[in-house]
C-alpha cells in the first residue's frame, strides 16, 4: 500500500510540472494547413492529453474546425473555448454564429463547452469598435440564452483595447499579454506580463481577468531587446506559469503546436516557432517542463509597476508603443487563409468564466510548488520502500 502510494505521490509530481491551463490550437493540418479530421483532431488531443484538457479555437466554421473538434471531444473530459471570427465584414461573423448554433444543438455545450469567444483583436487590428465587438457579445449572449445556455461569453483583446463598455458587455476579461512583441530583454517579460494583468484588473473591477494568450517564440528573428531561442521560450514559460498559478491566473498557452503552414513573410519570421511542441508534434522540452519549487516573482503579487512615477511615463510609453509593436503580433499570426486574416498568434469556460475549474486549478497549484527534487526523494522512497517490502 506504501508502495503504491508513493508511486502515485511520483507521478502526481511529475504531471503538475508539465500542466497547462489551456493551450492555444489550430486543429489544421500542421504542414500543409488543410482542413481537419475527426481522426487528425483525436490524434492531436491525445498528444495534448498528458498536459492539459482544454483548448481554445478560433472559428468554428472556418474550415468547419467547430465540428471535428468537438465531434473528437464527445465522451472524455476535454474541455473547448470555441471562437467566432470577426472583421470588417460582418457576414463573417454572422456564418460563425449561424454554425455555433448549429453545432449547439448537435453537441452538449454544457459539458464540452467551458466559453465562447466573439472576436479576436478585431478592435486592435481597427476592424470593429468597442462598441460593435460589444454588441456582438451580447448578441451571441441572448442567441445561446435562448437555447438555454448559460455559458460564459467574452471577447479576446490586447490589453490595452479594453475599455468599460467592452468590460461590462463580457462575462470575463480576456485579455492577451505578449512581451516579446513588446521588445521586451527576457529577463523582464514576467513581470512585463503581470503589470498588464494588474492594469487591467484594477479597470475591470470585480471581473475576472483571465490571459487568453501569452507566449515566446523559440526561433526566428529578434524583435528589439526580445530574443527568440529555445531556452527563452522556457524561461518564460516557467517563469509565467508558476507566477500565474501562484496568483491564481488562468491563462491560454500560445500556442500548443509550431505550425508551418503559417505564413513568415509578415513582420517577422517567427510565426511557425510558437508551439510548446515541435511539427512532429513531440514535446520541445523535457519532463518536467517547469520547476515552481523555487520561484520568486520579480515584484510582489498585486504590486504593478505603474504605482511608481517613473514607472507611469514608461508604462504611457510602452503603451503608445505596444500599439504599434503588437499589430506585428495580429498581423504576424495568422490562423486561417480562408478568414480575413484569421490569426492563431495573435489570437487562454468552465476555467475561464466560471469557478468548476477552481478545485484543479488550486491543486495543481500546490502540486507545482513543490520542490521537483522530490521526484528524486520520491523515487529513493519507492526503492527503499521495496527493499522493506522484499
Known sequence: MKLALTFAALVSAVSAANEFHAMAYNPKQLK??????????????????KYTNEVRIYSVQDCNQGEPVLRAMENTDWKV????????????????????????????????VSSVIVGNEAIYREEQTSAQVAAKVRDVKQALAKLGLNIPVTTSETWPSYDKQLIDAVDYVNMHAFPFWEGIHIDDAQSKAFEHIYDLQKLAGSKKVVVGETGWPDSGANYDA????????????????CRAQLEKIDYVWFSAFDEAWKPVSNASDVETHWGV????????????????????????????????????KSSDKESDDESSKSSNKSSDKDNSSEID???EDKSDSDKSGSNDGDEDDSSSGALSHMNINMVSVAASVVALTAAALF
Not at 490524434?43 to 495534448?48: N, P
Request: overall charge negative.
Open 32 to 49: 500543409t494547413g488543410e482542413c481537419p479530421t475527426v481522426d487528425s483532431v483525436r490524434g492531436d488531443l491525445q498528444v495534448l492529453s
Open 81 to 112: 473555448q470555441l471562437g467566432l471570427w470577426i472583421n470588417k465584414d460582418d457576414k463573417v461573423y454572422e456564418a460563425d454564429k449561424k454554425e455555433l448554433l448549429r453545432l449547439a444543438g448537435v453537441f452538449d455545450f454544457k459539458k464540452q
Open 277 to 312: 511542441f515541435k511539427g512532429d508534434k513531440t514535446p520541445k522540452f523535457k519532463s518536467p517542463m517547469y520547476d515552481c519549487s523555487k520561484f520568486v516573482p520579480s515584484s510582489k503579487p498585486g504590486e504593478s509597476g505603474s504605482d511608481d512615477k517613473d514607472d507611469d
Open 226 to 241: 526580445a530574443e527568440p531561442s529555445l531556452k527563452n521560450e522556457q524561461r518564460y514559460l516557467q517563469e509565467f506559469i
Open 341 to 343: 486574416e484569421l490569426d
